[in-house]
């Protein structure tokens, strides 16, 4: 098995070097070199979730793996969470790279507000309430990009409420289409940066923050992606009261009663 966890490693390193170059060509053409700040932010990214590999992985390598074979499941678990955060990661950077270059194709679908709103709100559960709106409709959307925005909002909610999170994922059908919006009740967004945060690598330094480990590319790949379905997004925020992110599907692209049909996850 050593073998098999070089293996990951290996994969997991060649994955992370291609995405790195990938982002290094395509995103920054005019820049001759990387901002020392967005380089040590990337560094920083990726090197946590390697050692934690690297340290799984010599763990079950040892005798304490192999005298202790129920151990096992935890290293075996960290490996898998790692990759997967690594791997969730470059997908990001790919996604914005091809967006950037206008080479971002959606797999669109008959999306419906009911399923895509109950399946994103299992995983946040705990904290998470949910309003539904009062008919369920559809719409044409990339359910798994859509998806992605959706798990990144909420995280993000968790991540800037410093005490208990108290969360709420809201759809809404209005005269304009469909509003989907997450708010929270954390530290909230001073005015001033409120311009800034849907930019790529940008993050809010101000003491009323919690340190909070990130990478300022989660609203960035948000915003691509609602552009790219042709929808807005916008934020409302009150320093120490919360934030609230509303993305607005318009009425266009709402599918009409006939078609809900050919929606087979409804
Ligand atoms: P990251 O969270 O990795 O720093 P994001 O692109 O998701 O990157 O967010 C950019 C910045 O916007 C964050 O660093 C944070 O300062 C601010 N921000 C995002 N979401 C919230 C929120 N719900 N409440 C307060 N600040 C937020």
């Known amino acids: 098995t050593t073998r098999s966890w070089a293996l990951?490693?290996?994969t997991i390193a060649s994955q992370i070097t291609l995405g790195f170059l990938i982002w290094r060509i395509l995103l920054q053409p005019r820049s001759a070199v990387i901002h020392t700040e967005v380089l040590h932010s990337l560094v920083h990214e990726f090197q946590t979730p390697i050692a934690a590999i690297r340290m799984a992985a010599d763990i079950l390598d040892s005798p304490i793996a192999r005298n202790q074979p129920e151990r096992s499941d935890k290293y075996i678990r960290i490996i898998r969470e790692e990759s997967e955060r690594l791997q969730h990661q470059v997908e990001t950077m790919l996604t914005l790279a091809r967006a950037?270059?206008?080479t971002?194709?959606?797999?669109?679908?008959p999306v419906s507000v009911y399923q895509l709103l109950?399946?994103?709100?299992?995983?946040?559960?705990?904290?998470l309430q949910l309003c539904l709106p009062a008919t369920n409709a559809h719409f044409l959307a990339d359910r798994l990009h859509l998806t992605n925005v959706l798990h990144n909002l909420l995280d993000n909610a968790v991540k800037y409420s410093p005490t208990e999170p108290i969360i709420t994922l809201r759809a809404e059908e209005t005269a304009?289409?469909?509003?989907i919006a997450v708010r929270d009740q954390g530290v909230g967004i001073p005015a001033q940066f409120i311009g800034q945060i849907f930019q790529p690598f940008f993050r809010v330094h101000d003491r009323n923050q919690p340190s909070v480990k990130g990478f300022g590319l989660g609203l960035s790949y948000v915003h691509r992606i609602v552009l790219a379905h042709n929808w807005t997004?916008?934020?409302?925020?009150?320093?120490?009261?919360?934030?609230e992110f509303t993305i607005r599907?318009?009425?266009?692209?709402?599918?009409p009663e006939v078609d809900k049909s050919s929606v087979s996850r409804s």
Request: glycine share 10%; proline share 2%.
């Open 100 to 102: 950037e270059r206008n």
């Open 233 to 243: 997004i916008d934020v409302q925020s009150e320093l120490g009261k919360g934030s």
């Open 176 to 179: 304009g289409g469909l509003l």
């Open 8 to 10: 990951v490693l290996l």
């Open 104 to 109: 971002l194709i959606l797999n669109n679908e």
């Open 118 to 127: 109950s399946s994103v709100a299992e995983r946040h559960a705990d904290y």
């Open 249 to 255: 599907i318009p009425q266009t692209a709402l599918l």
